[in-house]
């Protein structure tokens, strides 16, 4: 007699995406994370982690769902291991106020020191954008200092836009180094 696994044909898993398919739906999760973290550039890092997440293979669709939809699982991920990495540090809860009645609404003033330090930051960031190769620091100036659209910094470049995003994914790593 057989049983039911024996029986129930076995069906090949789906073809791995196309790169073409998979980028076709970066603009959404670009905007999704923007969304939910309010950070721009580290959006755009956690989307490029995603995707060469998926090019290395650590991580790989199974087709139990919709790829957009194992896209935004695998990007949720992310952001839960960027949480654990910071270790609590930048939470996005509302925390009490100091008379403890409530969420705190509004955000407190920086104080000097916070000040002077932030423009120190600045410029740190600033002399490093300036040390980059000439090709990752036109893509940052043209992109992020500028708010120059994908399209107009690719053809400002003569550059793809996944060419775009390897540059920015770089450029961001030399800087946080």
């Given at each position: 007699m057989l049983n039911a696994a024996q029986t129930t044909p076995v069906t090949a898993p789906p073809p791995a995406p196309g790169w073409a398919e998979l980028a076709s739906h970066r603009g959404f999760l670009v905007r999704w994370t923007r969304q939910r973290l309010h950070d721009p550039a580290l959006a755009e890092d956690l989307v490029h982690d995603v995707f060469e997440?998926?090019?290395?293979?650590?991580?790989?669709?199974?087709?139990?769902?919709?790829?957009?939809?194992?896209?935004?699982?695998?990007?949720?991920?992310?952001i839960v291991d960027l949480a654990r990495q910071?270790?609590?540090?930048d939470s996005l809860d509302a925390h009490d106020d100091d008379d403890g009645e409530g969420p705190q609404l509004a955000c407190p003033q920086p104080r000097p020191d916070?000040?002077?330090?932030?423009r120190q930051r600045l410029r740190r960031t600033l002399a490093g954008i300036k040390a980059l190769p000439e090709g990752l620091r036109r893509a940052v100036e043209l992109r992020l200092l500028n708010d120059d659209s994908t399209e107009e910094v690719c053809r400002a470049?003569?550059?793809?836009?996944?060419?775009l995003f390897v540059r920015l994914h770089r450029a961001r790593r030399v800087l946080a180094a």
């Open positions: 997440a998926v090019a290395t293979g650590r991580a790989v669709f199974g087709g139990r769902a919709a790829l957009r939809s194992w896209l935004v699982a695998v990007l949720k991920h992310k910071r270790g609590g540090h916070e000040i002077a330090e932030q470049l003569a550059i793809s836009e996944q060419n």
